[in-house]
């Protein structure tokens, strides 16, 4: 026998889940895009209506090439987080972004963030406070654009002991080792071929000196290793005294030369996260990584080896990303629970980060 719905349960299915949107940029400006564009399709996969409430800016009189109601937008984002069910947060850098998030977390709201930066140095306190709300704070996009890799080891591989986490995960620096293997250009001609093609921004440094990089090991070992590690934790180098004589001779030997993110346990139990250039064997998968994509090796006892590979950055992967969080977390909503929590308190012994960074330059 069918159960016929109640009223009030179908007026439950038609009521919307308000959507705060931070930032507008060029990942912001796609998400708000495939929002209204799939809006159909969103609804029938979360059960109700998905509502763009309002987007934050910065500006209001900036052209940003959008088909978007003018009225959406507001300078007054500290009001628009307390009227969202969820927060999408795309401005990046640490303030307001923090304020921000901990205000929609006060006012009951479950936050999505693309903000590696963060994470990476105040992911505690997030965490503690999206616990204490009882909401969720998702961040796939934070780590590999549109690559699906931070749910598989929060979530798939919850169960396995996961002992390695070896990846590219800057795909700015990979297009400019790339071009320096490739072409035999030296480091400031690849970094300019980067920015020409939109790869890197006017100031790499965040890119080449590998703090980018940094920030999304601290998440994966984070996530990986069932701890808490910040991105002043991390041993980085970046690439910025490559040269095209060093490049040439890792091909010499049969190499190529990767700014790799390497986070492994250690047999004492610690944890070892480093960032920094390495030769690896051109046979080897990651070898053949090009231009701007990523790609991550995951070893766990039980599963073996993954590889998690795909488009790192860009406006429409990320908001690929963005958009996966926003149905997970909005799926929460309508079914009265929450996700996965945040990684618990250390377990690792913290004397063991630094010492164990330093230990190697290569892969």
């Avoid at 500290?78 to 795309?90: G, K, N, P, S």
């Avoid at 709201?109 to 590696?116: D, E, I, L």
């Avoid at 990523?294 to 073996?304: I, W």
Wanted: hydrophobic content about 45%.
């Amino acid at each position: 026998m069918i159960k016929e719905q109640s009223p009030t349960m179908e007026s439950d299915k038609q009521t919307p889940i308000r959507i705060a949107l931070l930032g507008c940029g060029v990942v912001g400006g796609a998400v708000a895009t495939l929002l209204t564009a799939n809006a159909a399709d969103l609804a029938a996969r979360v059960g109700r209506p998905l509502q763009l409430v309002g987007i934050g800016v910065r500006r209001l009189d900036r052209d940003r090439g959008l088909d978007l109601d003018p009225a959406l937008f507001t300078l007054d984002s500290e009001e628009l987080v307390t009227r969202a069910d969820i927060v999408v947060e795309v401005i990046g850098g640490i303030e307001p972004a923090r304020s921000l998030i901990l205000r929609a977390f006060e006012h009951g709201a479950s936050v999505v963030t693309a903000n590696k930066a963060l994470l990476a140095e105040d992911g505690p306190t997030l965490y503690a406070a999206a616990d204490a709300a009882g909401v969720d704070l998702y961040y796939e996009a934070a780590v590999a654009g549109a690559i699906p890799l931070l749910r598989p080891l929060r979530e798939s591989l919850a169960g396995d002991d996961v002992t390695k986490v070896l990846g590219i995960v800057n795909g700015t620096t990979n297009y400019v080792l790339d071009k320096m293997d490739s072409t035999g250009a030296g480091f400031t001609e690849a970094v300019e071929a980067a920015q020409a093609l939109g790869y890197a921004e006017a100031d790499p440094t965040a890119d080449v000196e590998g703090f980018d990089a940094a920030a999304k090991a601290a998440i994966l070992a984070s996530l990986a290793f069932h701890t808490r590690v910040s991105a002043q934790q991390v041993y980085r180098e970046g690439i910025t005294e490559v040269s095209a004589a060093d490049v040439q001779a890792a091909k010499d030997m049969g190499c190529v030369v990767k700014l790799l993110a390497i986070c492994e346990r250690s047999e004492d139990g610690g944890v070892g996260v480093r960032v920094h250039p390495a030769m690896i064997p051109r046979t080897h998968p990651l070898a053949g990584v090009r231009e701007a994509f990523n790609a991550v090796f995951v070893e766990a006892d039980a599963a073996g080896e993954l590889m998690f590979y795909g488009r790192g950055a860009g406006g429409n992967p990320t908001a690929s990303a963005v958009l996966g969080d926003l149905v997970a977390v909005a799926r929460h909503r309508v079914g009265g629970g929450r996700g996965p929590g945040s990684p618990p308190t250390p377990t690792c012994p913290s004397s063991t980060w630094a010492t164990r960074a330093r230990a190697t330059s290569s892969a």
